[in-house]
């Protein structure tokens, strides 16, 4: 059983949200995010990436950055930026981009359900990245980022979702700087509290969609706090994590692009007779890209010319639920053996690029000194939850979700 409790959440003024309200942490650099942040001192960013009001080439790990993001939401909260609710809400939070929406229910969910395999991950953390959002959390004493979850959907729980929506009025109704829309209704009714409450403890599996560093991270700062205060008694805030929980036919995976710096020594004619060994190579139409709607299937473009590549019966093992995803197809029969990506997580002549900037931006990365590029089928919630459910991770950069959920709305301090 999933546990989902309300909680009393920081949220923005009404009339400050717009300004409050940020992209997440991880989608910038320092130096986009300095820039983001010119004459906008209510972002949501001051608190996220702090760094942005330290010297420019300070370490973004040292003790001051994460000292200035508690300092920053702190007086956010004295100069009624935030304004806490008075009792435990849950809320609905969402998201239009492009006449798609896509609503899940904000509440928090329990680090024991992390630690149990209630909430079930598919991806590795690097204990850099754990390390920096634990001192995060640590320090300012809140989850300032929502973990994105998602579970099968449930028709009860999008009957309430839809009889709420349909019969109150949004408490917060904007568009973000991405141009996505942005639209909060508060659940303060403690009997469809508890009911949804209720709907999520008959819930097998809560699956993490996108945030595996923040929830690690954010259950080790609890398992902490139990350290530092050994009578608790497992309802304190600090044993509990923010989070928006959508169900899996809401939710829109993009395709997660590849380009490669150079062909590991071949020429381009050795390049695509060793591809044809492995997959069927058809060149494109002249001025025709290919984005592949069918999986196993991939666009290349190489030389100024798009290519589709269908990948060969016997490269792939359909049985395992990792193995038999696109990225693993491409990793193991191309990237590797022809082009030596032998780990694409640290290898720098390798770059992934999200599927909301097109394959325009593969053409452009080619051009401007990359060598060839690779266009994918978007990776399926089914392939996510088999995967998850097996106890396997998926590849590095398998999924790429849109639109990404705004920072800055929900505070939940611990």
Known sequence: MAVVRPFRSYRPQLDLVEKVAALPYDVMDSKEARDMVKGKPYSFLHVDK???????????????????????????????????????????????????????????????????????????????????????????????????????????IDDIVKNWTGTKTPVYDFKSGDEVSQIIWVIDDEVIINKLSTIFAKTDYLYIADGHHRSASAVKVGLKRRQDNPSFNGNEEFNFFLSVIFPDNDLYIMDYNRVVADLFGNTNEEFLKKVSEKFDVTQCSEEGQFKPNVQRTYGMFLDGKWYKLAAKEGTFNMSDPVERLDVSILQKNLLEPILGIDDPRTNSRIDFIGGIRGLGELERRVGGGMRVAFSMCPTTMDDLMDIANSGKVMPPKSTWFEPKLQSGIFVHEL
């Open 50 to 156: 702090p760094e942005v009001d330290l010297y420019e080439d300070i370490d973004i790990h040292d003790q001051q950055v994460y000292l200035k993001a508690r300092e920053n939401l702190q007086r956010m909260i004295k100069d009624k930026v935030y304004v806490q609710d008075e009792k435990p809400c849950m809320y609905i939070y969402r998201q239009i981009m492009n006449g798609r929406p896509q609503t899940g229910i904000v509440a928090c969910t329990s680090i024991d359900d992390y630690i149990n395999d209630v909430i079930k991950k598919h991806e590795h953390t690097r204990a850099d990245k754990e390390l920096d959002r634990f001192n995060h959390i640590d320090y300012t004493n809140s989850n300032t980022g929502p973990i994105f979850l998602t579970y099968r959907h449930k028709d009860e």
